[in-house]
């Protein structure tokens, strides 16, 4: 069955970086798109970020552009989101979640990982 | 890259009908029939229940439904159970963009 499970979250001070991952499993990651999606406490969802397949296609979020980047490596399976110069504002639980081209859905989401900016 | 607009809340007896609604704009929302809802319990992970405006996932009761008109797109929840409680959240894409709604809180009275 498919699987996202993401890591790296944590307490950072604004001003810093941190890297998120997301272990793949239970479906070819190789052959999908993929998505970051944000929620801060007790508000709505934020699309951050998406790649394509191969990794040659990216979007951002004008919130996160020139300071979030997002990769992906195949052969690992794994998602990735590096974030800099982080802001108090990007206070959230991040999640992964593979993105179907046609219909531009997200149809698995993995569990989240909290990432809080904070002095 | 402004938010879609849903109501903050709507509320509904066991076995009735409740209707969402999402509004865009004709850049997103009215461009593409690419229209996606989601449902979210506490402290869970969203949950796909709606896609490409009006199809359901298998496993998705069909007791969920979708449909658009212009810029607005519509979730209707048919006999409502307790279950269904939740936040729903609508979603379109918008070219290079994606953008969500606000979110909107069902309560099965």
């Known amino acids: 069955q498919v699987q996202l499970v993401e890591s790296g979250g944590g307490l950072v001070k604004p001003g810093g970086s941190l890297r998120l991952s997301c272990a793949a499993s239970?479906?070819?990651?190789?052959?999908?798109?993929m998505s970051w999606i944000r929620q801060a406490p007790g508000k709505g969802l934020e699309w951050v970020s998406y790649?394509?397949?191969?990794?040659?296609?990216?979007y951002y979020a004008d919130s996160v552009k020139g300071r979030f980047t997002i990769s992906r490596d195949n052969a690992k399976n794994s998602l990735y989101l590096q974030m800099n110069s982080l802001r108090a504002e990007d206070t959230a639980v991040y999640y992964c979640?593979?993105?179907?081209?046609?219909?531009?859905?997200?149809?698995?989401w993995g569990q989240g990982t909290l990432v809080t900016v904070s002095s | 890259q402004s938010a879609l607009t849903q109501p903050a809340s709507v509320s509904g007896s066991p076995g009735q009908s409740i209707t969402i609604s999402c509004t865009g704009t004709?850049?997103?929302?009215?461009?593409?029939?690419?229209v996606s809802w989601y449902q979210q319990h506490p402290g869970k992970a969203p949950k796909l229940m709606i896609y490409?405006?009006?199809k359901r996932p298998s496993g998705v009761s069909n007791r969920f439904s979708g449909s658009k008109s212009g810029n607005t797109a519509s979730l209707t929840i048919s006999g409502l159970q307790a279950e269904d409680e939740a936040d729903y959240y609508c979603?379109?894409?918008?070219?290079?963009?994606?953008?969500f709604g606000g979110g909107t809180k069902l309560t099965v009275l």
């Open positions: 239970g479906f070819t990651f190789s052959d999908y798109y």
């Open positions: 979603c379109s894409y918008a070219g290079s963009s994606t953008l």
């Open positions: 790649i394509s397949s191969s990794g040659s296609t990216i």
């Open positions: 979640a593979r993105r179907r081209v046609r219909g531009a859905y997200l149809d698995y």
């Open positions: 004709s850049s997103d929302v009215g461009s593409y029939n690419l």
């Open positions: 490409e405006v009006s």
